[in-house]
């Protein structure tokens, strides 16, 4: 990078921008008699200075977030294969009907009877979510996938308890994701690990020398985080029930699966749905998220609070009378936004849509892989919207997965989960998802393949990427504990 490139230039912050009296608002003045404010709130909640707000027009606001978006990837500007996470496009119908006054203005201290549009849009996309996920009942509350599982361990716990038999122990597989461990901690279960077999999967053997009466249930993801399928997962179902346990699915992959089978239908009782993966809202900007929990009959009476009920006049209500409920999970509603969002993008695709989508999804994975498999290898072969890539064969140059991942980024592309899941060496995770087309699949194999050639060639080339980003490459650990906001080349 030379001193006159571009990229070389510091962005301001915002608050340097800022100029006494610029505004970006006029606001009239008001036709009702003004009160101070002293007469409205005590003085110990009035403030002695004003806010330290950035002083700014509108132009200012959208130049300064648009350069800043574009120093960095997401989804709208390229290609974000980032496994696990299922980066599909947004669809930009889901903003605009999310922006619909009718629903943004609401608010959520309004009258049951004043938000009977926004209950019955709650309501369902509860039915359409129950009926992907072949369960009974379903809260719409938790704000994430983690927290769903969160809300399923407390289910888990609530179940067990009122049959007066708690107990202590909640199996997961080594190739679980991390959140599966830290909630069943959080909720205070001991883990128990199970190891996948050859394959890359649950050994129902190995499951049922780890099953007993202390044990809650199984958290099994499917398909599981190396893309595979869990094809005996109806023998697993059938051994956690018989112990008395529980069988919950972290169900962050549905996009493999939604419209060609149902977690209710392969024997789970509980499964979260991550609406920000599979429908298409926003994520990967840490803003909100939704977790939606799903589950069978017998679980339904500890679901949180409220419930949402129609009532036989076919109007909707809020019910907060069940005893046994674990609670209340989120503010209010959930992320209402997000639901809109997912509502707009379910209704848009339709039932045969639902299903087109998953099998593009995999249909996309397979190509990737076919492309790439001979190069980079497959230890446990190709997954269904997935695949895990291994990077060790590079080392002969002395070059890492992280070198590759880097690299990757000067072609625009985002680069894919690495090292996770943990049992393979130099992970590569790759999830292509449907909303790519060929064209965009080819850049990146022709991408992955040629940077493989030039670890060969010219290891050093690739250890010393990235090349074209507005930061090289960061002390990564350091970066999110002394975040430095300012962009400079170094
Ligand atoms: C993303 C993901 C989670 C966690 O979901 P969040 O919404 O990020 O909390 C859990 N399990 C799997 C397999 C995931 O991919």
Request: proline share 8%; with cysteine; charged share 20%.
């Amino acid at each position: 990078m030379t001193e006159k490139d571009p990229r070389n230039k510091t962005s301001p912050l915002i608050f340097e921008r800022s100029q006494p009296g610029r505004r970006g608002t006029a606001v009239p003045e008001p036709d009702v008699q003004a009160r101070p404010l002293d007469q409205l709130l005590p003085a110990s909640a009035l403030r002695v200075t004003p806010p330290a707000l950035p002083e700014v027009p509108e132009h200012d606001v959208v130049r300064h977030f648009t350069e800043i978006s574009l120093k960095n990837h997401h989804v709208d500007r390229g290609f974000y294969p980032l496994g696990s996470c299922t980066m599909k496009y947004n669809p930009k119908v889901n903003e605009m009907t999310a922006r619909l006054p009718g629903l943004v203005d609401l608010h959520p201290f309004q009258p049951v009877s004043a938000v009977q549009g926004a209950l019955k849009l709650m309501w369902e996309l509860g039915e359409m979510l129950n009926e992907v996920s072949g369960m009974d009942a379903i809260s719409l509350q938790p704000a994430a996938g983690a927290q769903g599982e969160f809300v399923g361990a407390l289910l888990f716990r609530a179940y067990h308890t009122a049959k007066g038999d708690p107990r202590k122990k909640i199996i997961i597989p080594d190739s679980a994701h991390g959140t599966n461990p830290a909630t069943v901690i959080m909720a205070g279960y001991e883990v128990v690990t199970l190891g996948s077999n050859a394959e890359g999967r649950m050994d129902p053997a190995a499951l049922e020398a780890a099953l007993g009466d202390d044990v809650a249930g199984l958290m099994l993801t499917n398909p599981n985080t190396l893309g595979k399928f869990e094809s005996e997962i109806e023998t697993i179902a059938e051994l956690v029930h018989d112990a008395g346990g529980l069988l919950y699915m972290d169900g962050a992959n549905l996009n493999a699966l939604m419209g060609i089978t149902r977690p209710g239908d392969l024997g789970y009782d509980i499964v979260h749905i991550n609406l920000h993966k599979t429908f298409s809202t926003p994520h990967g900007g840490g803003g909100p998220g939704a977790g939606p929990v799903a589950v069978k009959e017998q679980l339904a009476p500890f679901l949180p609070l409220p419930i949402l009920m129609q009532n036989e006049d076919g109007s909707y209500a809020l019910d907060w009378e069940r005893p046994t409920s674990i609670g209340k999970v989120h503010g209010f509603w959930g992320n209402f936004g997000v639901l809109v969002r997912a509502y707009t993008y379910m209704r848009m695709l339709g039932e045969g849509g639902i299903a087109e989508t998953a099998k593009a999804a995999v249909l996309n994975n397979a190509y990737v892989s076919a492309r790439l498999g001979d190069t980079y290898e497959l230890p446990y072969g190709r997954g269904l919207h997935e695949s895990v890539f291994s990077g060790a064969f590079l080392k002969q140059h002395g070059v890492r997965t992280l070198d590759v991942a880097k690299r990757l980024l000067d072609f625009g592309i985002h680069a894919p989960t690495v090292y996770f899941p943990l049992i393979v060496a130099e992970a590569i995770m790759c999830e292509p998802t449907e909303t790519e087309t060929k064209q965009e699949l080819d850049r990146f194999c022709d991408a992955m393949l040629q940077i493989a050639e030039e670890a060969a060639k010219d290891p050093e080339f690739v250890q010393g990427a990235p090349y074209t980003t507005p930061v090289r490459r960061l002390d990564e650990a350091r970066a999110n504990r002394q975040p430095d906001v300012r962009f400079r080349a170094d």
